[in-house]
C-alpha cells in the first residue's frame, strides 16, 4: 500500500536502522542523510519516512509529507551553511532520469559551481 515500508528498499531500511547512514537530520516525517557518493562538497539525500517510489506520487499520496521533505532540505542547506550561497534542490524522476532507488530522495547539492542547465 502507498506509504507502507517496502522490504526490498535500501532507504526504507535506512529509515528501519538497519542500514546504516551518516544522518544529519531527523524530523517526525523525513531524513536526511549524507550521498555515499558525493558529487559536491554538499551532497545530503532528504527522504520522506513514508515509502513513495518519486516526487509525484508523494505529492499526490502525501502532500504535506512532501511539503515537509522540501522544508528539510531548506534546514539542511542553512546548517550545511550554504542557504545564502545557493544550493540545488534535484528530484530525478524515473531511470530515464538518472533515478536509480525507488523511495523519493532530494539530492540537495551545494559547494560548487553548479551547471545550467544541469546535464
Ligand atoms: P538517484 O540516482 O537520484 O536515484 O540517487 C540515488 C542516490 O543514492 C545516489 O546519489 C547514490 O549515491 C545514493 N546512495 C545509494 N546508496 C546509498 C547509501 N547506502 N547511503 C547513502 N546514499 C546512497
Ligand atoms: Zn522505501
Known sequence: MAGEPDANCLFCKIVAGEVPATVVLET???VA???IN???PTHVLVIPRAHYPDAVSLAEG???IAADLLATAGVVAEREK???TGYRIVLNTGAGAGQTVF???AHVLAGRGLE????
Do not use: C, I, K, Y
Open 28 to 30: 517526525e516525517t523525513t
Open 33 to 35: 542523510f549524507r550521498d
Open 38 to 40: 558525493p558529487q559536491a
Open 62 to 64: 502525501a502532500p504535506l
Open 82 to 84: 550554504v542557504a545564502d
Open 103 to 105: 523511495h523519493v530522495h
Open 116 to 119: 545550467w542547465p544541469p546535464g
